[in-house]
């Protein structure tokens, strides 16, 4: 499947198989292949308004746990229902029915997929690109995104365990690990029944935050038979009566909600919060700009004695619990208000981690100044206004804890410790040949993380008193 002329091939072969499974497309929409972008859906020279239903996919076209030929076979514990655990079973759903070839009821489907998608996870063990580019990416968010040696051991234990059992003679896991990496990549949870499922067309959107469509269904439908309306398995009755049933409540539906232009790519989101990070780590590639991208720590990695602990889930209430406090965030230029530990893309730092930089600083003080106070001075500072002098050391001293947090995290990136340290990754960068696309993708994602974490360090280190000589 390597040729222009063979995509085109397998896309009518794909239309055709779509309609004979009662998949409908909006003729004012054709699907179409190019190197970049891979399969993807185009307007062609009409506009499409918004709130048009632009495909209807129904329900028995989906390949799921549930509909596969493995179904009344597979594991139905709840550890398989969500997360990781969805994925490898779906995993194991989609391989089998790509080693059943043509006597899958997908097979049209599945001639259409590409063979696997390069994630990161596969670079590990890949060729010198490969393994440079993993190289490149010990450290980062990307590979906190793949918990890379848990998700290898855990496809690996899966298949060993569980697939094996399943899977006609021939199978492997090497191809277990390519379905997977279809799944980590296609994959949407349609609903309570089907759960976690690959979706013909639905799944030919390429992704954007500015999205063209996204996917409709009734999610509450019976998770044991699937039903909408009454079933069996309810306790109490849904809806009142079958009356008035839609056809269409039997699809899974693809809906503009934006008016598309003619002669343009046609977009989905696989999610509105999602990093570069995560894109990598789960769908392999990343966006040019991508406003979620954010340096993230977790609980665990910043607090280790149980009295700050204490102290900073007190303060952080008493915080929240003034409804001024959000608002005084908000007028900052370095903190901002969110639930996390994390730098976001402008180089700012949330309300929590700045919060714990300037306990840490307090921990030991004898009479430490409310945060409020402190907050209240720095924003005075920021705005170049004069505050209560007493609490520049205590700002100060937040300052030197997130511009420490920020080097500390920047000689994470492995690879840097690696070069000189007035190296330039840009130079670098350029300096790769184009037969080096995994070690390029790798090194400007790095980039955007070496570039958030210098951001925060300029801006508060003008807060960083000189030490007295
Ligand atoms: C759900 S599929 C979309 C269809 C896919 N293009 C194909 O050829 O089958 C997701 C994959 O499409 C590609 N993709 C999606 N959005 C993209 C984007 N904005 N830029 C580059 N590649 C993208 C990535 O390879 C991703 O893993």
């Known amino acids: 499947m390597n040729s222009d002329k063979d995509k085109v091939n397998v896309i009518a072969d794909f239309q055709r198989w779509c309609s004979?499974?009662?998949?409908?497309?909006?003729?004012r929409l054709e699907i179409t292949y190019n190197p970049d972008s891979g399969i993807h859906i185009r307007t062609k020279s009409q506009s499409?308004?918004?709130s048009t239903t632009v495909s209807y996919i129904p329900k028995r076209a989906v390949l799921s746990t549930k509909s596969c030929s493995l179904a009344d076979k597979l594991p139905q514990d709840t550890e398989y229902t969500h997360g990781l655990g969805a994925q490898l079973m779906l995993a194991l759903a989609l391989y089998n029915e790509q080693l059943r070839g043509s006597n899958s009821r997908w097979y049209g489907y599945l001639q259409s997929l590409p063979d696997f998608v390069d994630l990161p996870m596969l670079w590990q063990d890949g060729c010198e690109d490969a393994k440079e580019a993993a190289h490149w990416l010990v450290g980062t968010e990307v590979e906190k995104e793949m918990a890379v040696s848990a998700l290898s051991a855990r496809i690996r234990t899966f298949y060993e365990d569980i697939s094996r059992r399943f899977l006609p003679q021939g199978a492997s896991l090497a191809s277990y690990t390519k379905a997977f990496t279809l799944v980590s990549s296609r994959a949407f949870i349609v609903d309570a029944y089907h759960g976690l499922s690959m979706v013909p067309i639905a799944d030919a959107f390429n992704h954007s935050q500015d999205n063209h469509v996204?996917?409709?269904?009734?999610?509450?439908?019976?998770?044991?038979?699937?039903?909408?309306?009454?079933?069996?398995?309810?306790?109490?009755?849904?809806?009142?009566?079958?009356?008035?049933?839609?056809?269409?409540?039997?699809?899974?539906?693809?809906?503009?909600n934006i008016p598309i232009p003619p002669h343009s790519e046609v977009f989905n989101t696989y999610g509105e919060t999602l990093s570069n990070a995560a894109l990598l780590a789960r769908y392999g590639f990343v966006l040019d700009v991508n406003e979620n991208d954010c340096i993230t720590w977790s609980m665990e990695e910043l607090i280790d004695e149980a009295d700050l602990a204490a102290s900073f889930r007190l303060a952080i209430q008493e915080l929240e619990s003034d409804t001024s406090f959000r608002t005084r965030c908000e007028s900052s230029n370095l903190i901002y208000y969110s639930n996390s530990f994390t730098v976001d893309g402008d180089g700012k730092v949330s309300h929590p981690l700045w919060l714990l930089c300037s306990l840490t600083y307090q921990r030991h003080a004898p009479s430490p100044p409310p945060p409020m106070s402190v907050l209240?001075?720095?924003?005075?500072?920021?705005a170049g206004v004069d505050g209560d002098?007493?609490?520049?050391?205590?700002?100060?001293a937040t300052a030197s804890a997130v511009s420490t947090l920020c080097c500390t995290r920047k000689a994470k990136i492995k690879k840097l410790s690696d070069l000189a340290p007035d190296a330039d990754i840009g130079e670098i960068l350029d300096g790769l040949s184009e037969d080096r696309p995994r070690t390029r993708l790798a090194i400007s994602y790095v980039l955007t993380e070496i570039s958030i974490?210098?951001?925060?360090?300029?801006?508060?280190?003008?807060l960083v008193l000189p030490h007295p000589s």
């Open 48 to 50: 499409i308004p918004a």
């Open 214 to 256: 996204h996917i409709e269904t009734d999610f509450d439908v019976c998770p044991s038979c699937g039903a909408l309306y009454e079933c069996p398995h309810d306790d109490e009755p849904k809806h009142e009566t079958h009356v008035g049933q839609h056809h269409y409540d039997s699809c899974y539906e693809m809906v503009a």
């Open 20 to 27: 004979q499974n009662d998949i409908s497309l909006d003729n």
């Open 389 to 396: 002098a007493s609490l520049t050391p205590a700002i100060s």
């Open 376 to 382: 209240d001075v720095q924003l005075a500072c920021e």
């Open 453 to 462: 974490l210098e951001c925060c360090l300029a801006s508060w280190s003008e």
